[in-house]
């Protein structure tokens, strides 16, 4: 966009029944601080960029299905995070909330679903 100039913010919005939960599931998940919290609303941001989420509450919310199913609520978008050890990755999300989905696209990769059910790749560096 050309009205934007560095240093202006930009991210993502996820819905959620209760957006301080999970923001501070992806703050430890991430390792990044809540840098903003209101009621309905709760914004994770890495330290010292311009790309934050944002955790907003949604009072109807229905939780995705993955993998999708006919009929029910699919998944709209999914995060992606390269890690360097998958078994380790996968029980640190797991130690905080995560739900390992019964099934992944590939060997490399593991699929779970966020403590709203939303799901998100953990997926391996293999360089």
Not at 34 to 39: A, I, K, R
Not at 53 to 69: E, G, K, M, S
Not at 87 to 98: C, I, Q, R, S, W
Not at 101 to 118: F, I, K, M
Request: negative net charge; glycine residues 6%; charged residues 15%.
């Amino acid at each position: 966009m050309r009205s934007r100039t560095a240093g202006m913010w930009w991210g993502t919005a996820i819905e959620a029944p209760d957006p301080a939960a999970l923001a501070r599931f992806y703050a430890e998940l991430l390792g990044w601080p809540v840098v903003h919290e209101e009621p309905g609303t709760a914004i994770v941001a890495p330290p010292q960029s311009s790309v934050y989420l944002v955790f907003q509450q949604a009072i109807d919310y229905r939780a995705p299905v993955w993998p999708p199913v006919d009929g029910a609520q699919r998944p709209m978008m999914h995060f992606d995070f390269q890690v360097g050890d998958l078994d380790t990755a996968v029980a640190d999300a797991l130690a905080l909330g995560a739900t390992l989905a019964a099934t992944s696209p590939q060997e490399n990769v593991r699929v779970l679903l966020d403590p709203a059910g939303h799901p998100f790749c953990l997926c391996l560096d293999e360089a």
